[in-house]
């Protein structure tokens, strides 16, 4: 069965660093790599996304890194604050959305 | 942006009972999606739509069914509710220019 594997369980960081989760996905027939965000008792939110002919995607302080060749993509949350503390999932879908597998979650919490 | 709308945040209902969960997007985009999100085990695609009174099998379909009468609206259905169908269920669209879901708030289901 096709898997994204996501790397940490959970993050602790400070407030005002880094974060950083990874993925890595199995299959090269996916469209899009998008990353949600999830706040305990709300449904995930999209984040930020890319397409895997770019290298990398910014948006404020998100930063999606993707790497073709090793299948692996990794979310960059730069200057992180306690209101960030939240679930973030990376996903692979194709177009529509009709296949998407998810990865497992990672639970990040910034120390204010 | 769109705007996904689930009826309930939270129900409450007793084992053999049907119940309808309703998902409501206020744009008009053809792709809609149930998911169920359990801890655990994740994010699994229930049924998704892609127009009005088409419907595809998810991962996890047995004892659910769906209808797509109009397009803005799309239905979950719990034929005969059961205990192990107690988790939170999130509504989706799929945003090709956004390159991912837009999920409704959920709706937290219990069964007792």
């Known amino acids: 069965q096709q898997q994204v594997k996501q790397s940490p369980q959970s993050l602790i960081v400070q407030k005002g660093g880094i974060s950083i989760i990874n993925c890595a996905y199995e299959?090269?027939?996916?469209?899009?790599f998008p990353w949600y965000q999830q706040f305990p008792g709300k449904g995930p939110a999209l984040l930020i996304a890319i397409r895997p002919d770019v290298s990398e995607k910014k948006e404020g302080r998100f930063t999606i890194s993707f790497n073709k060749s090793a299948k692996q993509f990794s979310l960059h949350i730069m200057d992180s604050q306690p209101g960030d503390s939240a679930t973030y999932f990376c996903a692979a879908s194709n177009t529509g959305g009709f296949k998407t597998i998810f990865g497992a979650g990672t639970r990040l919490f910034v120390k204010a | 942006d769109v705007k996904v709308t689930q009826s309930s945040r939270y129900l409450v209902k007793r084992t053999g009972e049907k119940v309808f969960l309703e998902c409501v997007q206020d744009m008009d985009h053809e792709n809609m999606f149930w998911y169920r999100q359990d801890p655990g085990l994740g994010l699994r695609l229930i049924y998704f739509?892609?127009?009005?009174?088409?419907?595809e099998k998810g991962d996890i379909p047995e004892g659910y069914s769906v209808s797509r009468e109009k397009k803005e609206r799309f239905s979950l259905i719990l034929e005969s509710a059961s205990t192990n169908q107690t988790s939170m269920y999130l509504c989706?669209?799929?945003?090709?220019?956004?390159?991912?879901?837009?999920f409704g708030s959920g709706t937290r289901l219990t069964v007792v």
């Open positions: 989706a669209i799929w945003a090709l220019a956004d390159y991912g879901y837009t």
């Open positions: 299959n090269t027939a996916f469209d899009y």
């Open positions: 739509s892609y127009d009005v009174k088409m419907k």
